[in-house]
């Protein structure tokens, strides 16, 4: 009698599993904490330091992203990081040695408000990192 009960068990279990990895869905999508050990601690570090395993290798210190609010007068860039993350330099070329990131995070978007009132459609994965570095600021 078990082994009968077993066999229907398996299968809805099989099933279940089946369906967490069929073809067209999509992969979920990594934190702004994930990201950022992903794409910014090697350079700017665990910590938001700039003090990375990279960064004696590299011609400029990254910068310490615990000071951005610090730099600008007490609150946070949020428009600014998310330029910087982007790859965003306006009518300047890259404007220093930090990687184009925009690539990368492009995808899913949500509508945010950056500091200026206007709610904008943002790629998520860069509104989660400028929200994991605000969360860095001493």
């Known amino acids: 009698m078990q082994s009968a009960l077993r066999y229907p068990l398996v299968t809805v279990v099989l099933l279940g599993l089946a369906a967490c990895v069929l073809p067209g869905m999509e992969p979920p999508i990594p934190s702004g904490a994930e990201d950022y050990a992903t794409y910014c601690a090697v350079c700017h570090g665990d910590g938001g330091k700039g003090a990375g395993p990279m960064a004696s290798t590299l011609e400029a210190r990254p910068a310490d992203l615990t000071l951005l609010s610090d730099r600008n007068g007490g609150t946070f860039p949020t428009t600014r990081v998310m330029a910087k993350v982007w790859g965003y330099t306006g009518a300047r070329a ?14 899913n978007t949500v509508l945010y408000d950056g500091g200026d009132g206007i709610d904008t459609p943002t790629p998520i994965r860069l509104v989660q990192i400028a929200e994991y570095v605000k969360t860095l600021q001493k």
């Open 94 to 107: 890259n404007d220093g040695i930090m990687p184009n990131f925009g690539p990368l995070l492009a995808g």
